[in-house]
């Protein structure tokens, strides 16, 4: 079985520029989450869908940060514009549906903002 | 989610037994007990989950103190590849229409010495 795919893997942008980061959760995976792990932390929850539609963004900074996953199944996440505390590693996870028991977690993009 | 608390790192010999602490002191009755590990430069991987009764898997074993404040994760027999940070994480049952994503610390940091 495939896991979660996510792109790119590395991308180094300059402060004030924009990015996007796409991710294809396992197949048939109709709940999708991103996270943010900043280097020495655990990772935080940015955003969670199921199928199309969201279903917690409280901690998604949204006046620089957006998301979607139109056709409920691939979705993009995109900074515009990126600030340096936006170093992070990206993480993508899906899960059957929602209160499934557990996440499978795509390896992560890793952004440097310089 | 309740608060969990893991020691930031710990260390062990390649082929011994090693024993994960957690205390989640506030932990409320309908609280699952989830551990999930982070190999270098993967995203977080699902090992065991609990709600009282000790657990096992193919990969581990979770033992739940009778009072439900503390647990530890067992690993029979550690391998260079075990060698991972350890999260121990609180997940209320989920009772539909909610978010149900997982709430992340800084975990224990495992060490395999050869």
Sequence with gaps: EAGVAQSPRYKIIEKRQSVAFWCNPISGHATLYWYQQILGQGPKLLIQFQNNGVVDDSQLPKDRFSAERLKGVDSTLKIQPAKLEDSAVYLCASSLTLGSTEAFFGQGTRLTVV | ?114
């Design chain 2, 1 to 114: 989610d309740a608060k969990t608390t893991q020691p930031n790192s710990m260390e062990s010999n390649e082929e011994e037994p090693v024993h994960l602490p957690c205390n989640h002191s506030t932990i409320s009755g309908t609280d699952y007990i989830h551990w999930y590990r982070q190999l270098p430069s993967q995203g977080p991987e699902y090992v065991i989950h609990g709600l009282t009764s000790n657990v096992n898997n193919r990969m581990a074993s979770l033992a739940i103190a009778e009072d439900r404040k503390s647990s530890t994760l067992i690993l029979h027999r550690a391998t260079l590849r075990d060698a991972a940070v350890y999260y121990c994480i609180l997940r209320g049952v989920y009772s539909g229409g909610g978010a149900d994503g997982l709430t992340f610390g800084k975990g224990t940091h495992l060490i395999i010495q050869p």
